[in-house]
């Protein structure tokens, strides 16, 4: 009989939870499972109890008590490590599903464990990329949008996509044509890009997580792109940014300590506010008031805080000033420590102004000039597409068929699944297994369906009216009876325009050429700038009204020359390059599909089931990408089932005809 035992966090240390000695605990591990091989799981277990005893009622606070305010929340998993023989077999969480009652006694808690991926989504919740804070920025100018749309590499790029007009290229269309002054690409056309990478690292610096990957490495991923667009038309909206008044109060009047600026940038309203001065008999009345002054040509929005916390807020467009508060007599109300904050559409500037009287000293605060010109970077989370942080993530994981997994706290691995089985140990494990096992043909899919979101651009549209698929999907094929399975992917896939033979743009465009679409979330592969152009465009910087001639540009769209100088695609299937004009044989099927298919649906691949007795260290150390060996076969591990107490495992594997 193994030893087992369940750690569960109690306030900030692990606490050993008491076992019943004849219960089963199994737990099942599987990571990608060949009838569904767009989900990504982990380990779990089946339910197992606890006994309701002065050690679990300790550590479980009572939850059969629903009087007790204290009592843990069942809602949220709670940290836990199961060991096997003192040592560690898989750390996670445990769910609190029920307690038993009898004869109005508590008898047992029911329990399921559950490994770490499952606590990364129960971690992410129902964020959007909208909710991460430390996506990248720059200080918007359209002197440096028409910069990062000609050349550069730069996290933030902002592809030739135009969100307002038909392009055209040398038709002598005055309105469209954008190698004409009248015709030019406008800064206001482009939305910006980001590295997907980056998006990776905002959501690691959020939930306090690290990614290792050799793959986020590679040219394949950090040239990917998303287009964050999420409205018809641009208009710049700049970060919520706190104002900056410190280096307009370096000499201050008399000392006075109820109202000054502190080198946190408060500007703190207390005592003249709050009280009364008694002086001998006479009372003395106080007034104040504190006010806020913006000078602008675009709409702003400013957000006042008071005490840490949101206390109002003032919207508008041009030149306003907003009172705060103005008192004329004592309030408590008023008193408090205030900061400002700012976005807005367009370059401001800003003062503040605050005036307070006791009756014997008279002091007024304010800037000696108008704060120094804000202009503001870019708030990417303004644009962000929407689409929910771990639907991302997902959805990422599908493209490329990545595997994840945890194997300690908050940190994660992510590779391509070929990857990840090829560096796994070869196990043979025909000692330990019975005879008796059941041999079963694999249920597969007849047809599997790799596509992107059905896209409403015209160009796109075009394609399916053309070729009875949309762009960018695959339908592989098979000799099975069974019926079709889908993979499909969050994102858009938009068709580009080959303008000319080394220019292509895109459209967010219906098909009339007119209406103004919103995509889905679209990614793009960032292939690398093209010069040379035999007819220059125009790029006209709005506001400046200053027009560049430009013989070069980033080109984005579907291609991407891969860490080994191939060119790689992200459309699924043998796809011609709307830049190159070639046809790209490494899609996203080929690269990271294939050879996992090809194996899974050889005439030759047999599903085995089986039961083996494995001892404590190969429990311990047995992972879902280890090759099994079976009486001189090669197979991979589809899931495994571990009875921790008998050290009994179910195997449930897959014929292994890779090339190794």
Known sequence: MISVQLLVKSGVEFEEVTMFKDETISVTSQLQNIIDISKTSTDFSQSFTVPCDNINNKIFKHWYENFLDNSINANNRIDAILLIDTKVFREGNVQLNKVQVEDGKPKNYNLTFFGKLVNLKDLIKEDKLKDLQTLPTFAYTPTDVASRARGGNSDISFPLISSDRYWQYGSGAAVNDITTDDGAILTTDLFPALRVKKIFDAIASKYDLVFNSTFFTTLEFTELFLHFKNKETFVFLSQLVQFDYLSFFSSLPIPFPDANIYNNGYFKVNKLLNTLEVLGSTTIGIYGFLQVEII??????????????????????????????????????????????????????????????????????????YNTEFTGNIDLQSYAPDIKVIDFMTGILKMFNLAIYNESDNIYTIEPLNDYYDNGTSRDLTAFV??????????????VVFKYQKSENFMNSLFFQNNGIEYGELQATFNS?????????????ILFNQLSTDLQVGYYLKTDYITKLVPKPVLLYRYGIISGLSTQIKIKEVDTSTIGTTGQYVAFGQDVVGTDTLNHSMNFGFENSTLLD???????????????????YNPKSRNLKVKAKLTPALILNLRL???????????????????????IVNLDLLSDFRTI
């Not at 019975?434 to 047809?447: G, M, Q, W």
């Open 296 to 369: 602008t040509t675009g709409s702003y929005v400013i957000e006042v805080y008071k005490n840490n916390n949101l206390y109002l807020i003032f919207t508008g467009t041009g030149n306003n000033t907003h009172t705060v508060f103005s008192e004329d007599a004592p309030s408590f109300e008023n008193a408090g420590a205030y900061y400002f904050k700012a976005r807005s559409t367009k370059a401001f500037s800003n003062r503040i102004h605050g005036e307070m009287q006791d009756g014997l000293t008279y002091f007024n605060v304010q800037c000696d000039s």
């Open 434 to 447: 019975e005879d008796k096992n059941d041999l079963e043909r694999i249920k597969s899919f007849s047809k």
């Open 481 to 493: 009876d069974g019926g079709q399975y889908d993979v499909g992917l969050p994102f858009e896939n």
């Open 582 to 600: 070639i046809p790209i044989e490494n899609g996203l099927y080929f690269d990271y599909y294939q050879e996992y298919l090809a194996n899974v």
């Open 625 to 647: 990408n280890d090759r099994i060996i079976l009486f001189q076969k090669a197979y991979l591990i589809n899931q495994f089932t571990t009875d921790l107490t008998t050290g």
